[in-house]
């Protein structure tokens, strides 16, 4: 510090450890923090219609969400929702600037909650640097020891859970409790759990000043109307100590008596009076921190704030600008068109697999036989009869199966079957269609195409 | 001023700074490719390509894809940091000049 200052009141705050301040912004982190990891925790554990809600059965390949269910062919649907998940995150940037990152990233949120642990374990900032620098004794194996026991619990809880969303967690619960998880499952919770350890408990904000290709990216995206923590400049300087009976405007001091605690509440470690850098998460302690001496000098809050460029520049801060209309109006076009594609999806699918072991077969009479697997998906939630036929190829017709197929709620019936033509139609190679057409539907259909090979002629 | 003891305050050497980058972008490119990658191929009739008898389970080649896909992203980006910050310094002067 370069400057001494006299409003000693205040020293015994300048040992505050960052996030230790409280205030409001704390307490809107400290509830989205609940709320968000709260979700998490609790999703797997939902059960719809007598299965997990939300569970992403990848042994089975299909993912359930709620009433849905979503295969591998349905992949451009996943596709595009995570290019509209994209683009939101542009729009709400240029809108908001990092609010995600103060508040909505896992790192944050993680991050957070660790630190609540070693909060409750080790003590406030200054007592964990006497405890760092104070040689190994009882009392600090015990702390440190409970803080490492909550941190680890935790971390297993955490890949527990994770592992939860992909195989059923009420089972997985159980193989744990009988401490018989085996395998890629073990394997994942632990990696999972593991990487929580580290991200949260260790690197927090280096993660976001040196890993995180956001953090880099943001800035692209903000313009003089985007929402950002800055210090009123303004109001603030000249900066400087002074009594708190001190008219300051009179002896031609501004707003901020320089006591750095907005500086020392930084997880990044900036000062956000020299202006926005990259390194700012947009956390808001130091609007909390400064808010807390403004009170206490009696000075109106908000000196760091929320705010835009043109704020404050006292221009006038514009919502609705192109920029946001262009993100915009993508987004809805995208989302219209998940929606309605979702909504008219038909609830079949048809794989054709041609027996990949013989070209073609030649039977007695003149006949060419191809063989095929076909695979038939009903991704409804009640089992439905199908009708298979094929066309394509003069006189051409289906053997070895019986007319009708029935195929169980939401899942894959694997069906050999022969076509065959007379040889006199079936030569080369000849394109021929398979339909699929539900019993009780007319309009429930779908047709795939396939080769049918013969002799050269 | 700044809260040193505070972990996200401290300040990582070069080196930290890029073997922790390299090995956190490939991992997330390679999840990205191993949900595509597996959204269109099934492992198990994959592994029948490689050797007939191969029989690895569903949740085996999961793994190994995405392994695979990690130390392939992160070799690529983990030479290419090397290339860059190990660049004759005199390439760029010239290039200025
Ligand atoms: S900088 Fe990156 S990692 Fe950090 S909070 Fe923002 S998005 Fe998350
Ligand atoms: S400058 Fe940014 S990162 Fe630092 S305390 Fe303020 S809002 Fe948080």
Redesign the interface.
């Known amino acids: 510090m370069n400057k001494p200052h006299s409003a000693s009141m205040y020293e015994s705050e300048k040992k505050i450890y960052p996030r230790e301040i409280g205030g409001r912004f704390d307490n809107l982190s400290k509830l989205a923090t609940i709320i968000l990891l709260g979700l998490f925790y609790a999703v797997p554990w939902f059960n719809w219609d007598e299965r997990q809600a939300v569970l992403f059965d990848l042994p089975a390949r299909k993912f359930h969400l709620i009433g849905l269910t979503l295969w591998p062919q349905d992949f451009p649907y996943l596709a595009v929702l995570l290019i509209i998940l994209a683009l939101s995150l542009f729009f709400f940037t240029a809108l908001a600037g990092r609010l995600w990152c103060g508040f909505a990233c896992p790192q944050t949120v993680w991050t957070e909650i660790f630190i609540w642990m070693e909060q409750w374990t080790e003590g406030t900032r200054s007592q964990r640097m006497k405890l760092d620098k104070a040689p190994w004794s009882w009392n600090k194996l015990r702390r440190k020891g409970s803080k490492q026991f909550l941190w680890i619990t935790f971390s297993m809880w955490t890949g527990f859970t994770f592992v939860g969303y992909f195989t059923p967690i009420r089972e997985l619960g159980a193989e744990f409790l009988a401490l018989n998880v085996g395998g890629w499952t073990l394997f994942w919770g632990l990696f999972y759990g593991f990487a929580t350890y580290g991200n949260a408990g260790y690197m927090r904000e280096q993660v976001c000043k040196y890993m995180c290709p956001y953090a880099r990216f943001q800035s692209a995206m903000f313009d003089k109307d985007t929402l950002i923590i800055s210090y009123d400049e303004q109001r603030g300087e000249p900066r400087g100590g002074r009594k708190r009976s001190v008219d300051h405007k009179a002896a031609g001091l501004g707003d901020c008596i320089d006591c750095q605690l907005c500086v020392q509440v930084c997880p990044t470690g900036i000062d956000i009076r020299e202006g926005l850098q990259y390194e700012c998460i947009a956390c808001a302690a130091c609007i909390d921190a400064c808010d807390s001496i403004m009170d206490k000098m009696d000075y109106p809050r908000g000196l760091v704030r929320y705010t835009t460029e043109n704020a404050l520049h006292n221009k006038g801060t514009r919502v609705l600008r192109p920029r946001m209309f262009i993100y915009g109006t993508i987004l809805l076009i995208l989302i219209a068109g998940l929606t309605t594609s979702m909504a008219t999806r038909t609830p079949i699918i048809l794989d054709v697999i041609r027996d990949r072991n013989a070209l073609y077969r030649e039977l007695p009479g003149d006949i060419i036989e191809n063989a095929y697997t076909l695979k038939v998906i009903n991704q409804n939630n009640r089992a439905r009869t199908f009708a298979i036929s094929v066309a394509g190829v003069e006189g051409i017709s289906l053997d070895g199966i019986s007319d009708t197929v029935t195929v169980d709620a939401g899942s894959v019936l694997s069906v050999p079957v022969r076509a065959r033509a007379h040889r006199d139609n079936a030569y080369g190679i000849m394109t021929i269609q398979f339909t699929v057409k539900a019993t009780d539907d007319e309009d429930a259909a779908v047709i795939e195409n396939s080769r049918f090979l013969g002799p050269t002629p | 001023?700044?809260?040193e003891?505070?972990?996200?305050?401290?300040q990582?050497s070069r080196d930290k700074?890029a073997v922790?980058?390299v090995v956190?972008?490939s991992f997330?490119s390679a999840a990205i490719g191993t949900?595509?990658f597996?959204?269109?191929f099934?492992p198990v009739d994959l592994s029948g390509v490689f050797d007939e008898d191969l029989d690895i389970?569903?949740?085996?080649g999961?793994?190994a894809g995405f392994f695979f896909f990690w130390v392939l992203c992160a070799l690529a980006s983990g030479v290419t940091a090397y290339l860059v910050r190990t660049a004759p310094k005199r390439d760029a002067k010239h290039r200025d000049q």
Not at chain 2, 5 to 10: D, I, N, Q, T, V
Not at chain 2, 57 to 60: K, L, N
Request: no cysteine; charged share 20%; proline share 0%.
């Open positions: 001023m700044v809260s003891e505070y972990r996200g305050a401290k990582w700074q922790f980058t956190w972008i997330l949900m595509v597996f959204a269109l099934d389970g569903r949740d085996a999961y793994a």
